[in-house]
């Protein structure tokens, strides 16, 4: 593969030159003030929970890592955007799976394997470009409202659900933003990064939940 090949996805890049996503490339700043926040909110908290601190650094990463590919615009830099988003998702589930559902770590393991398989399976499936690529991002969602419903009686579970109805608008800005390119040349790409931070904020608030008496869930 050429790591250096130019990709030019979205509305706002019209040249390969670092620059061209101005808005795209800046809205990744939600993502680390959301890193920001739930840091301060984790130290708050005082559990020392190794788990959601790894979690919110990832999210650092994540920001990053999109900053890098809506400047630098490679199948490399690509790479550095998705794999980051790919590791949350999976290692979130993980701890969703344990710390909400109480799963057995067999059970999480082979949750996350099926999880693999109906992700590959539904990639392969769907023609290359269909909801300008958002489709990927489809099981993620699925799994993530099933997860909430499972977990309903709990905050944490309507903590899920409202997060999968952040994301569910994120997922089609994401998939409008080449469609809307003749009336918005600026697209909506922007969007799918600032909703996507309400999300993973949601998302982090219910790893951090406490109930009424002042306990946590703990480690997973």
């Given at each position: 593969?050429?790591?250096s090949?130019?990709?030019?996805?979205?509305?706002?890049r019209t040249?390969p030159s670092f620059?061209?996503e101005?808005?795209?490339a800046i809205s990744?700043?939600?993502?680390l003030?959301?890193?920001?926040a739930a840091f301060?909110?984790?130290r708050?908290a005082?559990?020392?929970d190794i788990?959601v601190?790894?979690?919110?650094?990832l999210i650092a990463?994540?920001?990053?890592?999109?900053?890098?590919?809506h400047?630098?615009?490679?199948?490399?830099?690509?790479?550095?955007d998705?794999s980051?988003?790919?590791l949350?998702i999976?290692a979130?589930l993980a701890?969703a799976?344990?710390?909400?559902l109480?799963?057995?770590?067999?059970?999480?393991?082979?949750s996350?394997g099926l999880?693999?398989?109906?992700?590959y399976?539904?990639?392969?499936s769907?023609?290359?470009g269909?909801?300008?690529g958002?489709h990927?991002?489809l099981?993620?969602?699925?799994?993530l409202?099933l997860?909430?419903?499972?977990?309903?009686?709990?905050?944490t579970?309507?903590l899920?659900?409202g997060a999968g109805?952040v994301?569910?608008?994120s997922?089609?800005?994401?998939?409008?933003?080449?469609?809307?390119c003749?009336v918005l040349?600026?697209?909506?790409?922007?969007?799918?990064?600032?909703?996507n931070?309400?999300?993973?904020y949601?998302?982090?608030s219910?790893a951090m939940w406490k109930?009424?008496l002042g306990?946590?869930?703990?480690?997973?």
């Amino acid at each position: 593969m050429d790591w250096s090949r130019p990709i030019d996805l979205y509305c706002e890049r019209t040249d390969p030159s670092f620059w061209a996503e101005p808005v795209n490339a800046i809205s990744n700043a939600a993502f680390l003030i959301v890193a920001i926040a739930a840091f301060a909110q984790w130290r708050r908290a005082g559990t020392r929970d190794i788990p959601v601190l790894l979690l919110i650094l990832l999210i650092a990463v994540i920001g990053i890592g999109s900053f890098i590919f809506h400047t630098v615009a490679t199948s490399g830099a690509e790479l550095a955007d998705t794999s980051p988003i790919a590791l949350f998702i999976y290692a979130y589930l993980a701890l969703a799976l344990r710390r909400f559902l109480k799963f057995g770590w067999t059970l999480v393991a082979l949750s996350l394997g099926l999880f693999a398989l109906v992700s590959y399976g539904e990639a392969a499936s769907v023609p290359p470009g269909a909801l300008n690529g958002s489709h990927a991002y489809l099981p993620a969602l699925v799994v993530l409202l099933l997860v909430g419903l499972a977990a309903w009686r709990q905050e944490t579970g309507r903590l899920l659900i409202g997060a999968g109805a952040v994301f569910a608008l994120s997922i089609l800005f994401r998939s409008l933003d080449n469609a809307l390119c003749p009336v918005l040349p600026l697209g909506t790409h922007f969007l799918w990064h600032g909703l996507n931070a309400v999300v993973l904020y949601l998302l982090l608030s219910a790893a951090m939940w406490k109930d009424d008496l002042g306990r946590d869930h703990g480690p997973p």
